[in-house]
């Protein structure tokens, strides 16, 4: 069984900073591409970023210059870090990751964690 954990949601004040982890468990033989999704209330779910098994990164428009993605290959952890956050990104974030495991290569989700940005 493959699972995604994610951690460091919060409320933070616009301009603040957090940083989300996300980290792949069980058993498993390679991670593919990682990437963060968030849906915000009323809002269809949005690819924030991603990054592929040679580091490669692509960003939403809305968070270029902000949010940097990167990856623990060796923890098979994603990290997104958000800086100069503002009210438009609270939502809730999703981990997903490109697995390869017993049932072949599948895409896993984790939990999601709140991001909540208001003053």
């Known amino acids: 069984q493959v699972q995604l954990e994610e951690s460091g949601g919060g409320l933070v004040q616009p301009g603040g900073s957090l940083r989300l982890s996300c980290a792949a468990s069980?058993?498993?033989?390679?991670?593919?591409?990682m990437r963060w999704y968030r849906q915000a209330p009323g809002k269809e779910r949005e690819l924030v970023a991603d990054?592929?098994?040679?580091?490669?990164?692509t960003y939403t428009d809305s968070v270029k210059g902000r949010f940097t993605i990167s990856r623990d290959s060796a923890e098979d952890t994603v990290y997104l870090q958000m800086n100069s956050l503002k009210p438009e990104d609270t939502a809730v974030y999703h981990c997903?990751?490109?697995?390869?495991?017993?049932?072949?290569?599948?895409?896993?989700w984790g939990q999601g964690t709140q991001v909540t940005v208001s003053s």
């Open positions: 990054i592929n098994s040679a580091g490669t990164t």
């Open positions: 069980g058993r498993f033989f390679r991670v593919n591409t």
């Open positions: 997903n990751a490109h697995i390869g495991g017993a049932f072949g290569w599948r895409d896993y």
